[in-house]
């Protein structure tokens, strides 16, 4: 097919083969990782694109905030090495900020597939480095400068040769060089497996190249976003929403026009940015909200160079959203998982049965630092996630990590890694928003420290401040908090010096209710009260449900009558005895 259109079948074969070979390059990343962070977290993203730098497609592991970045960063490469200086063997990466993934942390390798001779597509991962030296991973740094080392576009290998001159700086540059190289080795010997997958693929389907591929894929993604968004009523649509900030709340706004087959996203009117590392680049934000836009209208459609076309996404330059370098970025995720939320709000006039509630959103980071017990220094990195919004078909999910889509490390892998001790971990009961479908629960989880020396606390937390808000008369989740075994409430975005015998309690939030808890199912509270997630108090007060207990021990059955008579607005007083159990 050289130049020519795909016939149906053949392109449904043709696009299944490309996921699978960006998700065999994903998947070889994962298991030759060198950290948690991207073997068992999966915070990397894969994919791949044609030679004029589009992305064609991607694996299914990753995060929006790694893809969608990605997804326009090719271009950032091309220009400071352009095409025709690249040879087979080749690699570039960078973690410039404001080109890929919007912190130091998290570094970009693209390498060019070569076939007959000539550069036929490129191959690109994003993943976090568990360390970038600097401060370390956190919201404290006023620049940029003091969170770490800043790589330019750069080449990673030539020709097959590891560029040592680089590698030997970031050794000397960060906390954990076995790991952080090992990783960079891992990121360049992944795209060469999908390099390899999609040569053979090539030469199986006699393609010659991926370009009249890529332009029927990419063409047939943007049709599909076109027509959801021509589906929406014209009409602009405004939403504002609050984050914690560092010590002062920041104000979201964004306003969505809806034209035709085109959407613009606005963020004008949201705080300046800040004079802490909890700022958001451009290429940040543009990937969130995009991902927020996808979510709400057209899950079903690629997520391609052709997606992204009809979504034009613009911040004021200086802005929370929009913010300029050398502003420091190092928790720029913070407020970056946000903005699909905000977006949803803003869509909720439209279409108001697909969008979620306000969940935990911002993924909680918890970097901790000090010394093994022999005396080694270590540092150790690991995600948490809160409970989501709830949605007018579901209750929302417990302990996830929306929109991020990180995945918590289990307790077992991070006790057999690092010295930190997860001496507590489970859902976190009453957190979550009432409502006629509930949000999701929180986690609380109690970690410490082996080893008889203090140890730092970098925490990137929110919601502690401003909890999630239900929609359609749901109500809020439980804020989350932060704090020391001995009951000291600890800032939840500072580095902070924990006693060796310390322990600090993590208390996840939880999401947004949708609809009134009032109406929700009486079954569906009885079976949460006796899972231990609600209490049979929070039950008969909010929910308006009466419980009895079975002569199974810690079951529940409700009270249908007394239900009915409270929800009505006419049950017995709370001290009634034949209410017995309502208020355990």
């Known amino acids: 097919m050289r130049g020519a259109r795909p016939d149906p079948i053949l392109l449904e074969v043709l696009w299944n083969r490309l996921v699978s070979v ?49 997804a326009t960063s090719v271009h950032h490469f091309l220009r400071m090495v352009p095409a025709e200086t690249l040879k087979p063997g080749d690699a570039l990466i ?45 919201a ?30 970031v050794r000397a540059n960060v906390r954990t060089p076995f790991e952080v190289v090992g990783d960079l080795h891992a990121q360049a010997g992944s795209n060469d497996v999908g390099g390899a997958r999609l040569v053979e693929m090539i030469e199986e389907f006699d393609l010659g190249d991926i370009e009249a591929l890529s332009d029927e894929i990419c063409t047939r993604s943007e049709r599909a976003m076109r027509d959801a968004i021509s589906a929406l009523p014209d009409g602009l649509y405004e939403n504002e929403a609050y984050t914690d900030g560092f010590d002062e709340p920041i104000r979201l706004a964004v306003s969505i026009r809806v034209e035709g087959d085109e959407m613009r996203l606005d963020y004008d009117g949201s705080a300046p940015q800040s004079e802490r590392g909890i700022n958001v680049v451009l290429n940040y934000t543009a990937a969130y909200t995009t991902f927020g836009v996808k979510c709400a209208i057209s899950p079903e459609v690629p997520n391609n160079d052709g997606s992204f076309r009809p979504v034009h996404v613009t911040a004021p330059e200086g802005s929370i959203l929009n913010a300029q370098h050398p502003a420091p970025v190092g928790a720029r995720h913070i407020i970056g998982h946000f ?32 010394r093994r017990e022999g005396g080694e220094p270590f540092t150790y990195v690991f995600f948490s ?33 690092s010295p930190v001790l997860m001496h507590r971990r489970e859902l976190r009961p009453d957190s979550e928003g009432p409502g006629r479908r509930r949000g999701g629960f929180g986690q609380e989880m109690e970690i410490g420290v082996r080893g008889p020396s203090p140890w730092v606390l970098s925490a990137m937390y929110d919601r502690t401040r401003c909890p999630a808000q239900g929609v359609n008369g749901g109500s809020p989740g439980a804020p989350g908090m932060v704090r020391t075994s001995n009951g000291e409430d600890l800032h939840p975005k500072r580095q902070q010096r924990i006693d060796a015998d310390e322990r600090v309690t993590l208390s996840l939030p939880g999401g947004g209710g949708f609809g009134a808890p009032t109406e929700r199912d009486p079954a569906r509270v009885a079976r949460d009260v006796t899972d231990g997630l609600v209490s049979a108090e929070r039950a008969r007060l909010i929910y308006g449900v009466v419980l009895t207990r079975t002569a199974r021990h810690g079951e529940y059955a409700v009270d249908a009558e007394e239900t009915a008579r409270l929800r009505a607005g006419t049950a017995s007083s709370p001290g009634d005895d034949s209410q017995e159990g309502a208020g355990q």
């Open 94 to 138: 960078t973690n410039n900020p404001q080109q890929t993934a919007g912190h130091l942390n998290d570094f970009t390798v693209i390498t060019p597939v070569f076939h007959g001779g000539e550069i036929v597509a490129f191959f690109g991962n994003t993943c976090h480095a568990l360390d970038v030296g600097g401060r370390g991973l956190g």
């Open 22 to 70: 960006v998700e065999e390059q994903a998947r070889a990343l994962m298991r030759t990782s060198f950290t948690s962070v991207v073997r068992e977290s999966g915070d990397l993203s894969a994919g791949v694109f044609d030679r004029r730098g589009r992305m064609v497609a991607q694996a299914v592991t990753g995060t929006p905030g790694h893809i969608n970045t990605m």
């Open 385 to 417: 996630g809160g409970g989501m919004g709830a949605r007018q078909g579901g209750d929302g999910l417990s302990a996830t990590a929306f929109p991020s889509g990180i995945r918590g490390v289990p307790a077992e892998v991070i006790e057999n890694i």
């Open 339 to 370: 903005l699909p939320g905000l977006v949803h709000g803003a869509l909720a006039r439209a279409i108001p049965d697909r969008v979620l509630a306000q969940g935990a959103d911002s993924l909680w980071n918890t970097q901790i630092t000090g």
């Open 140 to 169: 404290d740094a006023r620049q940029v400068y003091e969170e770490g080392l800043f790589v330019p576009v750069t080449r990673l290998f030539r020709e097959g040769e590891p560029n040592e001159e680089l590698f030997r700086l």
